[in-house]
C-alpha cells in the first residue's frame, strides 16, 4: 500500500488573498480540484499532497504564473503555524523558536519535515522529502523554502539573508526572481533543498511583532473557537492539536488561549466528561496515527515532536490505548 501524503489545509494561509490579486477565483480554482470552498479558512482540514500539487500547477496555468509557489510563500511566514504562531512570539530567541516551529511541521505534515545542523559556522534547514513519487511537485517544493525563509524574518528581522539557497530543481521562473525573493546566491539541480544562514543568527532574540500579525493571530483564534462553540472539550482538544509542536501545551496554557481561569477549565472539562490530561493524551493517538498510517516519519522523531521524554513512553502510551506497539500498528495498516 503506497501512502496517501497528507497536509493540513494551514499550508494555503494567503491562498484567498493572492489568487484575487492576480485576477482568479479562489473558490473556482479549489472547486477545480475537489477542495471545499471555505478549507483556507480552516486550517486542521488534511489535504491530499497529489491534490495541493494539482492546485499549485493550476494556478501557474490559470493565472500565468510561474513564481506562484514563492508569492504564496511570501504571505505566510508565522501565519502558516495557526495558533503555534502567537505562542511562538514569547520565545527568547530564534533558537527556540525554530525548534517549536520544527516540531509543528514535523506533526501536521506527512509530506517532508525540516533537519537543522549546524557546521562549519554555517545553521542548514534542509528539507526533508518524504514524498518523491508526487509528480510534479515543484511548485510545492518552492512553497516550502519561501515560506521557511520568511518565517526566520518575520521571527527575527527582515534582514536576515541567507548565505546560499540550494533546490533540487531547474528553475521555473527566471533566476533572477529566486534571487529577488532570497536576497541570496540562489543553486539549482542539488542534492538536496536547504537553505545555509550563519549559525550567530540562532542567539538573535526575537523581534517585536507587528499590530496586524497581532491582531491575525487573535482574530485565528476566535475563529478556531467559535468553530466548536458551546463544546468546551472540542475547543481545548482543538487547541492542542494546534500546539503539540511548541510542547507548552499545559492546562495554564490552553486556559489563557481561550481566556478561562485554570479551577473554571477544569470545572467545564469535568462537566464534560473529561479532563485535560485524558485530551493531551487524545490528541497525542490521533496524530500519531495519523503519521503511522501515511507516512514514513521515524518512530524517535515522532515521539520527541509529540512531546514524550523518549521512544519507549510514547510506545508504552500508544500500546496501552492501542494494544500493540506504533511499529506493529504501523505493519497491519499498511
Request: hydrophobic share 40%.
Amino acid at each position: 500500500m503506497n501512502p496517501t501524503y497528507e497536509i493540513r489545509s494551514g499550508t494555503l494561509a494567503g491562498f484567498n488573498t493572492l489568487v484575487p490579486q492576480l485576477g482568479g477565483s479562489p473558490a473556482r480554482l479549489l472547486a477545480a480540484v475537489g477542495l471545499p470552498v471555505d478549507c483556507v479558512r480552516r486550517p486542521d482540514i488534511l489535504i491530499p499532497l497529489a491534490t495541493l500539487v494539482d492546485l499549485l500547477n493550476l494556478c501557474v496555468c490559470e493565472l500565468n504564473c510561474s513564481d506562484f509557489g514563492l508569492r504564496l510563500a511570501e504571505m505566510q511566514g508565522l501565519r502558516m503555524l495557526g495558533v503555534l504562531g502567537k505562542l511562538l512570539l514569547g520565545e527568547e530567541n530564534l533558537d527556540a523558536a525554530l525548534g517549536a516551529s520544527h516540531r509543528y511541521m514535523v506533526l501536521h505534515n506527512q509530506a517532508d519535515h525540516w533537519r537543522l545542523a549546524e557546521g562549519n559556522g554555517c545553521l542548514i534547514a534542509r528539507r526533508v522529502s518524504h514524498s518523491d513519487g508526487v509528480k510534479g511537485s515543484e511548485q510545492y517544493s518552492e512553497l516550502a523554502l519561501g515560506a521557511a525563509c520568511r518565517l526566520f524574518r518575520e521571527l527575527a528581522g527582515e534582514d536576515i539573508r541567507p548565505r546560499q539557497v540550494h533546490i533540487r530543481h531547474p528553475p521555473l521562473s527566471p533566476p533572477q526572481r529566486y534571487h529577488e525573493y532570497f536576497e541570496a546566491e540562489v543553486l539549482f539541480a542539488q542534492e538536496y533543498d536547504c537553505l545555509v544562514f550563519e549559525v550567530e543568527l540562532l542567539q538573535r532574540p526575537l523581534k517585536a511583532p507587528s499590530e496586524s500579525l497581532v491582531q491575525y493571530f487573535e482574530e485565528f483564534t476566535r475563529a478556531l473557537l467559535l468553530e466548536h462553540r458551546g463544546d468546551v472539550a472540542g475547543q481545548v482538544h482543538t487547541l492542542i492539536l494546534q500546539t503539540l509542536g511548541a510542547q507548552q501545551h499545559s492546562l495554564a496554557q490552553v486556559a489563557q488561549l481561550v481566556d478561562t481561569p485554570v479551577r473554571t477549565l477544569q470545572r467545564h472539562l469535568r462537566a464534560a466528561g473529561t479532563s485535560f490530561k485524558q485530551l493531551l493524551l487524545e490528541a497525542r493517538m490521533e496524530t500519531a496515527r495519523w503519521h503511522l498510517r501515511a507516512s514514513n516519519i521515524g518512530i524517535g522523531l515522532l515521539s520527541a515532536s509529540l512531546g514524550y521524554t523518549d521512544t519507549s513512553a510514547f510506545s508504552k502510551a500508544f500500546r496501552t490505548v492501542h494494544g500493540r506497539s506504533p511499529l506493529q500498528w504501523r505493519k497491519q495498516q499498511r
